[in-house]
């Protein structure tokens, strides 16, 4: 499957919102053993959080997202990315880059302040290469457990003038 069968779009309503967390829970819950109360979280219903799912015709019509991701808003030029994941039999098909973009996109169109936005994240310490190669940087040395998997604070500034 290549990228361009692969399409990205914002979730507008509970049946795309259950699409993404089916994916979530999938990844998080199943494979990665992460407590549902842990992974469901009162943002996912914040007025303010944009969640994208990416799906594939077929996955269309079986009704399903193979991968998802959300974006929470922290204040005017901040925003913070996370839940970002994608079905084991999508991996390494460029859906996660897909959907970083398609969420970077909305925070530059949607939260920047007057020189743009500063996308934060927490990453699996695993996921590190995946973002680096996004442009993100890691904040600090400081690694810590968030659901017995080690994490590291990330973050990648998007300027609205993009000649910067």
């Not at 913070?80 to 079905?87: K, L, T």
């Not at 994240?121 to 968030?146: H, I, K, M, N």
Request: hydrophobic share 45%; with cysteine; net charge negative.
């Amino acid at each position: 499957m290549s990228p361009a069968c692969i399409e990205v779009f914002a979730v507008v309503d509970q049946r795309h919102l259950q699409w993404a967390f089916d994916v979530r829970q999938e990844v998080f819950v199943v494979e990665q053993g992460v407590p549902l109360s842990e992974e469901l979280d009162d943002l996912d219903h914040a007025q303010t959080t944009t969640h994208v799912v990416a799906v594939t015709a077929q996955s269309l019509e079986l009704g399903r997202a193979l991968g998802t991701a959300r974006l929470l808003v922290d204040a005017p030029g901040s925003v913070h990315i996370g839940r970002v994941a994608v079905r084991k039999e999508a991996r390494g098909q460029g859906i996660g880059a897909l959907l970083m973009t398609a969420l970077e996109r909305v925070a530059l169109r949607n939260h920047h302040d007057e020189r743009g936005v500063t996308v934060a994240l927490s990453a699996q310490e695993t996921a590190l290469p995946f973002y680096e190669s996004l442009g993100y940087t890691l904040v600090d040395e400081r690694r810590y457990l968030d659901c017995d998997i080690w994490h590291r604070d990330m973050a990648h500034d998007l300027f609205l003038d993009e000649s910067r």
